[in-house]
């Protein structure tokens, strides 16, 4: 189980705290400090089985200056999470080679009561 985090997010510190109470110990990967490449968040979005503008903070202030009005296609904005990690929505949980999305956090813990 791993999830990833970013320590000054409310939604993402309380997903670990959902996580915590509920007696996981997810490795936390500060996704921020440590971005994922372009593969990895292929990899991430074949988990979340969506495509990649759902992992964008679509109201970040980068996303609406740079690339909101832009005509992106799904590569373009898998770049554009590479490189501005910020970008990426969060938390997201991933456990048994699956993924979901923290927002909300019923997510999580649909994903974690979810049969493989």
């Known amino acids: 189980m791993k999830l990833l985090h970013n320590p000054r997010c409310s939604k993402s510190r309380e997903a670990l705290a959902v996580l915590i109470a509920k007696g996981f110990q997810p490795e936390i990967i500060d996704y921020l400090a440590h971005p994922l490449d372009e593969a990895a968040i292929r990899a991430l979005l074949t988990q979340l089985g969506a495509a990649p503008i759902a992992l964008v903070r679509t109201k970040e202030a980068l996303w609406l200056e740079q690339f909101a009005q832009a005509s992106l296609d799904n590569d373009a904005i898998i770049a554009a999470l590479a490189a501005h990690p910020k970008l990426i929505e969060r938390p ?14 019923e997510n999580i813990l649909t994903l974690l009561d979810t049969p493989v």
């Open 92 to 105: 997201i949980l991933i456990h048994q080679n699956r993924a979901a999305i923290g927002r909300p956090i």
